[in-house]
């Protein structure tokens, strides 16, 4: 059994900096892409960054120079360093990783809140 595990996230003023773990659990697998969604309230979710086993990262426009991406594949980990966040940035943060075990599967963590007060 996979599990994703999420930590991180809470509350924060603008300008202000969070860190986001996440942690694939289990054994008999391989975690291939890595990364980040959100959603905000009425919003669709939407993809932050990820990062592929080698570690090639995408990032959506809005974050660019702002989060930075990271995995320890060791650990099967990752990590989302938020810095200069803004309000905009307020949302539900998800976790993803694309496991191989026989075949390819999608796993999504459970989900941490990241607000940004002005």
């Known amino acids: 059994q996979v599990q994703l595990v999420e930590s991180g996230g809470g509350l924060v003023q603008a300008g202000g900096s969070l860190r986001l773990s996440c942690a694939a659990s289990?054994?008999?697998?391989?975690?291939?892409?890595m990364g980040w969604y959100r959603q905000a309230p009425g919003n669709e979710r939407e993809l932050v960054a990820t990062?592929?086993?080698?570690?090639?990262?995408k990032y959506a426009d809005s974050v660019k120079g702002r989060f930075t991406i990271a995995r320890d594949n060791a650990k099967n980990t990752a990590t989302l360093q938020m810095n200069s966040l803004k309000p905009e940035d307020t949302a539900v943060y998800y976790c993803?990783?694309?496991?191989?075990?026989?075949?390819?599967?999608?796993?999504w963590g459970q989900g941490t809140q990241v607000t940004v007060s002005s």
């Open positions: 990062i592929t086993p080698v570690g090639t990262t």
């Open positions: 289990g054994s008999g697998f391989s975690v291939l892409d």
């Open positions: 993803y990783a694309r496991i191989f075990r026989f075949r390819s599967t999608d796993y």
